[in-house]
């Protein structure tokens, strides 16, 4: 009977412990299997989403072309001499399948070149700084700091290592960690401009700070093609006084390009016909000029419709657009 008992009682762990291992045995291939399932469902879901990004990849990559061969078009049509900038028929086209661009053509003579003002190192040096300083200032800058980036504006493009009042030349640059600075050279393009001190925080004060300048055009601003706030500036007269040049110069029918403009063949019947005096006309006459010849195109080609449309801008600058064109800088950018 003690023998039994022990023989039960030795029998009845083995069994209990048998079970306890079938069930861990069980719990362990659930637990397995819902990795297996988590893991299978985590690859499912990440081949689906590089599915979509290579599907819309490729789906970018296809409109972006149509749109690039939309802006190709309006180039095309734009840099056509016989195309007066008023043909919005043709400067503005609209295709099946969701494409189309928008061209523009517009004098480069309507901005500021940068280098004449900063490189007539004559009698108009000290306004054509002043007038830099007060257009800076009128963008927000406080009047210090508004003077030490026209003068290391200044420093940037002159020949010597003299020094403006409040400039910038080589020992700046060198502590700064940049050894080939300043150029001591006419500006070669805008971005240039963001690598002179003070530069960078002007942008951040006016971020539409190169809409106001070129380094392609002949030299003076164009009084047929500035705008009257920067006609104003120009030639130091007041916003009314610029605005009656613009419209006389758009004609009845306020339009640029069009049979009934009267543009000046010259600045100084600007400066007659608004009574300039001529002291002040020894500053200003430097500064301004008609009809110049190089122009700017810019045209814009899209592909597709609302939140998904592709844009990509081609712009051009190109001298004697009507005669023998030579251009003279291109760029391509995506556009937001």
């Not at 503005?92 to 490189?119: C, H, K, W, Y």
């Not at 300048?213 to 009257?228: K, M, Q, Y």
Request: net charge negative.
């Amino acid at each position: 009977m003690k023998v039994g008992f022990l023989d039960v009682q030795g029998k009845t762990p083995k069994k209990v412990v048998s079970a306890a291992a079938h069930g861990g045995r069980r719990g362990s291939t659930m637990v397995a299997v819902f990795w297996l399932i988590s893991v299978m469902a985590l690859y499912i879901f990440t081949a689906i989403q590089l599915l979509d990004y290579e599907d819309r990849l490729v789906s970018g990559q296809v409109e972006g072309t149509r749109a690039s061969q939309m802006a190709e078009m309006g180039v095309s049509v734009a840099c056509n001499p016989v195309v007066e900038r008023s043909d919005y028929l043709l400067l503005e086209q609209r295709f099946p399948g969701d494409v189309g661009f928008t061209a523009t053509i517009e004098s480069e003579g309507s901005r500021f070149n940068i280098n004449s003002l900063l490189m007539n190192r004559g009698d108009g040096a000290d306004p054509d700084k002043a007038l830099l300083r007060e257009m800076f200032v009128e963008w927000g800058a406080e009047d210090d700091f508004a003077q030490e980036v026209v003068d290391a504006l200044v420093d940037w493009v002159d020949e010597n290592e003299l020094e403006e009042l409040n400039g910038a030349e080589f020992p700046f640059y060198e502590g700064e960690g940049f050894l080939n600075r300043p150029y001591n050279r006419p500006f070669y393009s805008l971005d240039e401009m963001r690598l002179v001190r003070g530069m960078e925080d002007l942008e951040r004060i006016y971020p539409g700070w190169r809409d106001w300048f070129t380094i392609w055009s002949s030299g003076g601003l164009d009084v047929n093609e500035a705008d009257p706030e920067k006609l104003a500036r120009a030639a130091e007269v007041s916003i009314d006084d610029a605005t009656s040049i613009r419209d006389r110069v758009l004609g009845p029918d306020m339009i640029r390009g069009t049979e009934d403009d009267q543009p000046f063949s010259n600045s100084r019947e600007v400066l007659d016909l608004l009574g300039v005096p001529d002291i002040q006309r020894m500053i200003v006459e430097p500064r301004l000029t008609a009809n110049d010849p190089t122009t700017r195109i810019e045209s814009t080609g899209w592909s597709g419709l609302g939140g998904s449309q592709i844009k990509r801008r081609i712009t051009l600058i190109v001298r004697n657009r009507t005669g023998r064109p030579s251009i003279l800088e291109r760029k391509v950018e995506q556009v937001p």
